[in-house]
């Protein structure tokens, strides 16, 4: 076996604790220096070190540091000859890379932290990958080709060094492109239009109306469509995107795939990281599952069909190699599953309501909301989706008609504030009421949402996820009736969102409580809502909002507008999209079956 010692850099505290790491470990008791400080004089600047070659994987060290900051795993002696990046001593490490593939959509699937970021950094050139040896140690780019002879990654990896392949990468961090152009939006596109494409990518995004707009004056779905019709619009070999969904509706996600899939379609290799199940599905036509453990070190699969990657990810067991990474499977439940736990008692409810805003007018259909039931609201951005949230959640009012809710509500918002100064602990501790550990609330909400581990992080330096998860446990840990969520899965990796979406449906059902759930991933909102409120209009301008449905004729009449039908998946029971003009996708509109339960 082969050992990997990782140390989490923003958790190991020197100078907060006794160093226990050091004093128990067996090794250094015995006279050897298996554990150290990086800087034995300064223990204000030091981080505890790990002689990975010495070290004898008794995981003592694990259990006794206080904050939680070391991980000891043992690997296969063999994976070592497949490592293809580490980042230094004691830090995060991958082994296999995919290959693109000519004509077809190559996804990547994996939970945050995993390496997937890493893999496009260096299939696009941008990283050159290490083979494990970092430092002053660093193969030139003749031996990282050679090391990998006799593959398919080695002539990819030759082609990049010889700056024989052209990339075009829509990154992640659509945010940042504001800081790096301070034009409009069609400077920017015409400076990337290497194909005379952007007027046509512009349309098909629904980017006309903010053309000529200032690049930071865009919404984060509006820079995210032009992030992808930048990078489509240039004249290149290689395609990377980089999670485009994010910040987009569910018809704007669509058409993005559709955007990427028509690169493909014209002989183009692509390859997608992205936690949408239902996007990844639809883009796929191969796929890489990432495994390991998040900030620790990632697995590359090798290729598989879409299906069965997706299959193999829920099951958390790949079956050609026989490992399995998850002790546990996900599994989707019928539309009417837990309809029986839902009380007739109902907590709040509203008349036909009406709102207008700035040239924006809302009309709701009147509702209501029973113990017991998360209510799901979906439809395109711009509808009012937030502003009738908001008039639940108590924070507006309408113009007319009339709300009764005779409920606590614990509101957790689109956009979170990030500008908060104390550590985890404290703000869960606030939101609680009182200290956090030790509590009742700690093994019922923050275990569940494997938030323990940051309590001593500083809120405002965590990553999306991370803070998306601290927000949505905020939002439980308030003494309400009602949590009302808006948008819960953004940032999420698939696993969380999975995670997070069961979660919520147990301890609304457990405690008998009730949720409003805004959300535009439709596996999450499959998994989490009772039944469903649907929002339809012209965006921007006008939205209508029906009453409450049962799911199955809400997702109908929403995935009837999308004009797309859902299958179920025969072994998993997801929903997954129907190819358009498939057999299937014509059969299921010829009988207004739009979502099959």
């Not at 995919?98 to 939970?111: F, S």
């Not at 893999?119 to 090391?147: F, M, Q, T």
């Not at 191969?286 to 990810?313: K, Q, R």
Request: aromatic fraction near 8%; charge should be negative.
């Amino acid at each position: 076996m082969h050992r990997i010692a990782v140390i989490d850099k923003d958790l190991c505290k020197p100078k907060n604790c006794s160093l226990e790491c050091i004093a128990f470990c067996p090794l250094n008791r015995d006279g050897g220096r298996c554990i150290t400080l990086s800087d034995e004089e300064d223990r204000s600047k030091a981080i505890a070190v790990i002689d990975e070659d010495i070290c004898n994987g008794c995981g003592i060290c694990v259990k006794k540091c206080p904050f939680e900051a070391i991980t000891i795993i043992n690997l296969a002696e063999e994976l070592e000859e497949r490592k293809v990046h580490q980042y230094g001593q004691n830090a995060f490490r991958l082994y296999n890379i995919p290959v693109p593939k000519d004509n077809a959509v190559v996804g990547l699937l994996g939970r945050n932290g995993i390496g997937k970021s890493t893999v496009l950094n260096i299939i696009a050139g941008l990283l050159k990958p290490n083979l494990g040896r970092y430092g002053n140690g660093e193969p030139s780019w003749d031996e990282v080709i050679e090391h990998f002879r006799g593959t398919a990654v080695k002539e990819h990896l030759k082609a990049i060094a010889e700056k024989r392949i052209r990339v075009a990468m829509k990154p992640q961090q659509v945010y940042l492109i504001a800081k790096v152009f301070n034009g409009t939006a069609r400077e920017l596109l015409a400076r990337y239009d290497e194909n005379g494409s952007a007027e046509h990518y512009a349309k098909r995004l629904a980017l006309h109306e903010s053309l000529e707009r200032y690049v930071n004056e865009l919404s984060g779905g509006e820079l995210q469509r032009l992030a992808v019709a930048v990078a489509a619009s240039k004249d290149v070999d290689l395609y990377l995107f980089d999670e485009p969904s994010s910040y987009n509706d569910v018809y704007q996600r669509l058409e993005v795939a559709r955007v990427i899939n028509e690169i493909a379609g014209k002989g183009k290799s692509v390859m997608i990281v992205e936690h949408d199940l239902t996007m990844l599905d639809y883009l796929s036509d191969y796929m890489h599952i990432l495994y390991g453990e998040p900030g620790a070190y990632g697995i590359v699969s090798d290729a598989m069909s879409t299906n069965t990657a997706i299959n193999e990810f829920l099951q958390g067991y790949i079956s050609t190699i026989n490992v399995r990474f998850r002790d546990r499977a996900f599994r989707f439940e019928s539309a009417t599953s837990g309809e029986d736990l839902i009380m007739e008692e109902v907590v709040a409810e509203y008349t036909r309501i009406e709102k207008k805003r700035q040239g924006f007018r809302l009309v709701a259909d009147c509702a209501r909301v029973r113990k017991g039931e998360v209510v799901g609201i979906v439809g395109a951005n711009a509808l009012g989706k937030t502003t009738l949230m908001m008039m639940i959640a108590g924070v507006d009012k309408p113009d007319d008609g009339e709300f009764r809710i005779n409920a606590r509500i614990s509101y957790k918002p689109q956009y979170l504030e990030q500008d908060y100064e104390y550590d985890v602990r404290t703000l869960l501790s606030e939101a609680y009421g009182k200290g956090i550990e030790g509590s009742s609330a700690e093994p019922l909400i923050v275990e569940p949402l494997r938030l323990k581990k940051m309590y001593d992080k500083i809120v405002k330096n965590l990553s999306g996820g991370e803070l998306q998860k601290v927000a949505i446990a905020s939002c439980l840990l308030r003494d309400a009736d009602i949590y009302a969520m808006d948008e819960p899965s953004a940032f999420l990796d698939v696993e969380d969102r999975i995670m997070i979406a069961r979660f919520i449906q147990r301890f609304v059902k457990g405690q008998g409580r009730s949720a409003v759930i805004v959300d535009h991933d439709m596996h999450m909102v499959d998994m989490v809502a009772d039944t469903l409120i649907v929002f339809t209009g012209i965006p921007g301008k006008e939205g209508y909002a029906t009453g409450t449905l049962s799911k199955r004729d809400g997702m109908n009449l929403f995935l009837k507008g999308l004009d797309i039908t859902f299958r179920r998946d025969e072994e998993s029971k997801r929903p997954r999209i129907n190819k358009m003009h498939s057999r299937l996708d014509r059969m299921q509109k010829e009988n207004g079956i739009y979502y099959s339960i």
